[in-house]
């Protein structure tokens, strides 16, 4: 859950990037983390394993606005989507504010966008928390590569296969070129800092 840095007056809050692998995951923190390089505090850092990776970096969004006078910091992670890496998951999730799911558009993984998700609901599920009630985005990644006739899910497919129950905000996008990505970000920010002030008042 977010942190409170009362002395500097900020708040720290945890963005998770989730989705099966090689489905574009890193590729839109580095989208970000180059197009957004002033909002970035730090290094972007790898945490490789074979196969995948799990990088972060912390993200200082402008006009997010503030949270009882504090500052909004975000950390930016994804997850390594092979099935073989679920302890790092559930690791990466741990304290999670909010999350992306970045869906493959090919045809082939329709299978694996599923499985994930399953996945996702059950490691929050873990930690006493609910995939209906936590700020969550899906993101349609490589929408791109239509134009190279490569077979894709059509969108209304992914949503009835993604989206039909959890009726979340949802963005055709393209990592590669940054179609997307932005938007996929700047509303799960949105959702979260909503979430942070709506938990702020229940605490009172």
Known sequence: MAVFDTRNRVIECKIVYYGPGRGGKTTNLRYIFKAFKKQTTGD????????DRTIFFDFLPIGLGKIRGCEVKVQLYTVPGQVKYGSTRKQVLKGVDG????ADSLEVRRKENMLSLKDLQQNLA???MSIFKIPLVLQYNKRDLAKEAIPLLAIDVIERDLNEKLKVPSFPASALNGTGVASTLKECMNLTLHHL???LKWAR
């Open 197 to 199: 002030q709506q938990e």
């Open 99 to 102: 999350v992306v799911f970045v």
């Open 126 to 128: 873990e930690q006493n």
């Open 44 to 51: 972007m850092v790898s945490i490789n394993t074979q196969g």
